[in-house]
């Protein structure tokens, strides 16, 4: 199990940028694929962006072209630079190493909160 914090959230007005961070108490960071995810209430966590360990990126629908995920391996680091941010975007914000479609291999943090109003 890795210890996983995330960092980088705030209040930002609707358009604003934010630059998520987190990083990774693992051995073999650089060998996996990472993901951020995000969740409100009441709704199930969802996945935003995933990269696999040779920087392959995906994205879901509601962030493509405005959102993108890198790591740094060194740093046992992955970042999500947020732009154009929309009040739907508010959420608590979290990093995990996908194993499945829904499943993880690492408790979750604490996540950081993301809130987009004006």
């Known amino acids: 199990q890795a210890q996983l914090v995330e960092s980088g959230g705030g209040l930002v007005q609707p358009g604003g940028s934010l630059r998520l961070s987190c990083t990774a108490s693992?051995?073999?960071?650089?060998?996996?694929?990472w993901a951020w995810y995000r969740q409100t209430p009441g709704k199930q966590r969802e996945v935003v962006a995933t990269?696999?360990?040779?920087?392959?990126?995906t994205y879901s629908g509601s962030v493509q072209g405005r959102f993108t995920i890198s790591r740094d391996n060194a740093k046992k680091s992955v970042h999500l630079q947020m732009n154009n941010l929309k009040p739907d975007d508010t959420a608590v914000y979290y990093c995990n190493q996908p194993t499945g479609t829904t499943s993880v291999a690492h408790n979750w943090g604490q996540g950081t909160q993301v809130t987009v109003s004006s």
């Open positions: 990269i696999s360990n040779n920087g392959v990126t």
């Open positions: 693992i051995s073999f960071f650089s060998l996996t694929s």
